[in-house]
């Protein structure tokens, strides 16, 4: 009966320390996964302040970028076969209110005014405002320029033109290489004259062509100069 009895309480005893042992496994395996969680929540804290203190910065750049009167664009034009120029780098899209210096005349994006040049077929006679023209030719519109060595006639003729275009717009600029030059968001061309056949295929291609940031943005309830 003594052995039988000594026998059971060892077996006991055993399956006690057993289950003990199982335990204390258990909790390790506990503090392993809580600390493991905790390093992970830190670095999750870390990386986020991180990026939340990166996202501010570039917040506060591009707020810069336009209070100092940039663009925000980089990059340079190249030169298709067909004499369209096309920029080839950054366009920058922020809304200031402030003057913008673009690196290119006229300009064919960048920094730009919250509000947009009226360009529903408008012909304008006195220059307008670079800041909200950029911002129509974001909404995808062809800006056509002249300055006073461009022939009336063709002035004429693409002022009609215009008139019959929604989403253009025409003005004179005098700060440009050609008599005449067609804008819109990152393309250029100067034509000749009004017969230019490169005038109609301008247009087709660039009138809320593929290039537009914004197509079926308004081209009214804008500024008229």
Known sequence: MGSGKNSSTAARKARIDEMRRAERARDRRNRILAITASVVVVAGLVVGGV???N????DKDSTASGDAKGSGDSGRF???KDGVRTWTGKLARTHVTTKVSYPMHPPVGGNHNPVWLNCNGDVYTEPVPEENAVHSLEH????VTYT???????VDALAAK???TPYSMISPYENQDAPLVLSAWGHQVAVKSAKD???DKFFQTYVQGDQTPEPGASCTGGVMK
């Open 51 to 53: 990026v939340l203190v």
């Open 55 to 58: 996202s501010q910065s570039d």
């Open 78 to 80: 190249t030169t298709g």
């Open 140 to 143: 995808g519109a062809v800006w």
């Open 148 to 154: 006073a060595k461009a022939p009336k006639a063709d």
């Open 162 to 164: 215009v008139k019959s």
């Open 197 to 199: 056949p490169e005038v």
